[in-house]
């Protein structure tokens, strides 16, 4: 069975205990690491790079709505929440937690949440059927469903029209149409997508993949586990000690290249 790596971060020695033998008894969890506060878990993150952060709230120093903004653009692992207080539900959800479970944690409660996370990698890591798909096309370009066909069909012919000309955004009752042309660069966190677009930024709920496969990547780089640029908006680079890659957009960002796309940028950058 795949499993999921995991890391326990709370300042209660106890809790870390009682959750990480919790955890021992579901065979989807591996738990690598368990840290006394936000510190400690940015540099086990770091380290281990897991699939998923059991992270609690109120901690000293540094909360985990904190550790979750400074991981934000980096390898950004699933989070459930586990916590004694409800009150901070919504804000969980609106950084995109995978789960938000209340202590003390219930052993059915705690392996729905595992379960959660395993759906979500799955749907993550395998194709989605051309029903869905299609679907997801139609309501973020606007074409119909034989419209969708069609783009399939030039990007499967080497079309250079196949590509969407424009994404759709929906915030509560309002859609804005963001021209694709004006995206600069895309970061990700969990089933959310903040994409800067002409100055601004919108945030839309599907994964990295669904919308990488929407971006002609002949235009649009990978970059990051959680990074889409612009090729485009790239003015310059440049190198850093560990032969990494920070790349200058022409809007003032910054953007690191993590070593998993350092060799694919190399060649744009020379070619």
Not at 87 to 114: G, N, S
Not at 151 to 169: H, L, Q, R
Not at 201 to 220: C, D, S, Y
Not at 225 to 254: H, K, M
Request: hydrophobic share 40%.
């Amino acid at each position: 069975m795949n499993t999921l790596s995991a890391i326990i971060v709370d300042d209660e020695h106890l809790a870390r205990r009682g959750l990480s033998v919790r955890l021992q008894q579901l065979p989807e969890v591996d738990v690598i690491a368990e840290c006394a506060n936000g510190q400690e878990a940015l540099v086990a993150v770091a380290q281990h790079n897991p699939d998923l952060l059991f992270l609690d709230i109120q901690m000293p120093g540094m909360d985990g709505f904190e550790v979750v903004e400074k991981l934000q653009g980096d390898d950004m692992p699933m989070v459930i929440f586990i916590t004694a207080y409800n009150e901070y539900a919504v804000d969980a959800f609106k950084i995109h937690a995978i789960d938000y479970v209340l202590k003390p944690v219930e052993d059915d409660r705690l392996h729905e949440a595992v379960q959660r996370a395993m759906q979500h990698r799955q749907q993550e890591s395998s194709s989605a059927g051309k029903e869905k798909l299609v679907k997801l096309i139609m309501s973020m370009t606007g074409e119909s469903a034989a419209g969708v066909e069609a783009m399939a069909e030039k990007g499967s012919n080497g079309g250079s029209d196949a590509w969407p000309e424009k994404i759709t955004v929906k915030d509560g009752s309002d859609i804005q149409f963001i021209r694709v042309a004006d995206i600069q660069w895309v970061d990700a966190a969990g089933d959310y997508m903040c994409i800067h677009a002409a100055g601004k930024t919108h945030i839309m709920r599907i994964t990295m993949k669904q919308l990488e496969g929407l971006l002609n990547p002949a235009k649009f780089l990978r970059v990051h586990r959680s990074t889409i640029v612009n090729s485009r908006t790239i003015t310059g680079a440049q190198t850093l000690n560990n032969g990494e890659y920070l790349l200058n957009l022409d809007c003032g960002t910054q953007l690191k290249v993590s070593r998993s796309y350092k060799d694919r940028i190399r060649q744009f950058l020379v070619s």
